[in-house]
């Protein structure tokens, strides 16, 4: 019998999931806050539902793929969500990128209900987990994730396990904050490059091709040259701000000092307050542009 997986979201990186799932023979029930979207996957053999609680009926393991914390309260939490139907013992699996104070909530309800939970933020982009090549970052019990592993491993090229729930976010917002840290970077060096007269396309050339690029860097570099951030589109700059204040708000809980960290997420905030958070995160580099002399 196959293993039946519910999925709360279809977007860009659920719908990729969803897909290499599906291409391991796994049995997919979905559902999606805008459910015009589900029709691919549902022309693949996904079965779509009407809500998170109908998604969770008869399913052996949940993953969640919600923007925040506000999206991920509602589908597990909300009117017909998915706590009121899912059976005691279905792995609860949460891949969005959340709070750490909401994960350490959400944990601690779902082991009220008798809810195995895994806290798997993921590090990808949606071409590399459709290829199965997702890296997931854990935070559970040893056991639960064991009982999750075949599961994990269909899609997955590294599972990490960071210790217990929470532990995963707790990597994923920090090394989030990193990659806006490398991105305001760049965009400072372009933005001064292109002031400075230098050749945009020769200065994106030779930073890639350079010791410093780093995966987040090279993949908005050339946004910030040419300027178009409308199109192909990995991460989003809302997205960015909102990991980059998490960690913040994670670093202050802690009462750690980010101040690196603060500058950067502080260029994300911005820029999302300008009306680019839809945009690419390469459109950082207008706010920067934009700054007093």
């Known amino acids: 019998m ?8 279809a977007g860009r990186m659920a719908s990729a999931m969803i897909n290499c799932l599906m291409d391991k023979g796994f049995d997919i029930r979905v559902w999606n ?4 979207k589900l029709a691919a996957l549902v022309a693949r053999g996904a079965t779509a539902c009407a ?12 993953i969640s793929f919600m923007a925040d914390d506000t999206a991920s309260r509602e589908v597990w939490l909300g009117d017909n969500g998915a706590l009121e139907a899912i059976a005691p013992g279905t792995i609860a699996i949460e891949c969005s990128t959340l709070s750490y104070g909401f994960v350490r909530e959400l944990a601690d309800i779902m082991q009220a209900q008798n809810i195995p939970y895994i806290d798997a933020p993921v590090t990808a982009v949606p071409e590399q987990v459709a290829r199965g090549e997702t890296v997931f970052l854990i935070g559970a019990e040893l056991a639960v994730l064991e009982r999750a592993r075949p599961v994990l491993e ?11 729930a929470g532990s995963g ?3 994923k917002l920090m090394n989030n904050l990193i990659g806006a840290v490398h991105i305001a970077a760049v965009a400072e ?33 050339s946004g910030m040259v040419s300027g178009n951030h409308h199109e192909g589109i990995h991460f989003t700059t809302g997205l960015r701000a909102k990991d980059a204040g998490y960690a913040m708000q994670l670093a202050q809980d802690l009462q750690q000092a980010v101040p690196v ?23 950082i580099i207008e706010i920067l542009r934009q700054a007093p002399r």
């Open 33 to 36: 806050r805008s459910p015009e």
């Open 169 to 171: 976010t707790v990597y």
């Open 189 to 221: 060096m372009v933005a001064v490059a292109q002031k400075a007269g230098l050749d945009s396309e020769q200065v994106a050339r030779t930073f890639v091709e350079g010791a410093l690029a780093s995966g987040p860097a090279r993949m908005t570099v």
């Open 261 to 283: 960290g603060s500058a950067a997420c502080s260029v994300f905030e911005h820029a999302t307050e300008a009306g680019l958070g839809d945009l690419a995160q390469s459109a």
């Open 2 to 9: 196959s293993t039946v997986i519910g999925f709360l979201g």
């Open 51 to 62: 809500s998170p609680a109908e998604t969770v009926e008869g399913c052996d393991h949940v």
């Open 154 to 164: 269909a899609v997955a090229t590294k599972i990490i396990h960071f210790g217990p």
